[in-house]
């Protein structure tokens, strides 16, 4: 199960920068986030992520981190939903 997520950033980024898309738990809580795809490059683009061993649920939530600078995006702002995928 994958899929693509769009990202747009403003700002430099160094070289090596890593962008971490980043999968927060059933309830929305990023405490202990998944990174479901990463893309190394100074500026936001495409970013390829796969869902594997997810749970059922429907308060899911995606955003992005930067590594250099260090920068954490706001979350997608609603809460998705999946059907438990296991791989």
């Known amino acids: 199960n994958t899929f693509t ?3 747009t950033s403003s700002g430099t980024f ?3 920068n890593i962008f ?3 999968l927060s738990d059933s309830m929305g ?3 202990n986030a998944d990174t479901i795809g ?3 490059a100074t500026s936001a683009g495409a970013i ?3 869902l594997m061993n997810i749970l059922a649920g429907s308060h899911y939530r995606i955003k992005v981190i930067s590594t250099s600078p260090v920068v954490v995006g706001a979350d997608n702002g609603a809460g998705g939903g999946f059907e438990t995928i296991v791989r």
């Open 5 to 7: 997520l769009n990202v």
């Open 14 to 16: 160094a070289a090596g």
């Open 20 to 22: 971490y898309a980043l």
């Open 29 to 31: 809580s990023f405490t």
């Open 38 to 40: 990463s893309l190394t």
């Open 48 to 50: 390829s992520c796969s």
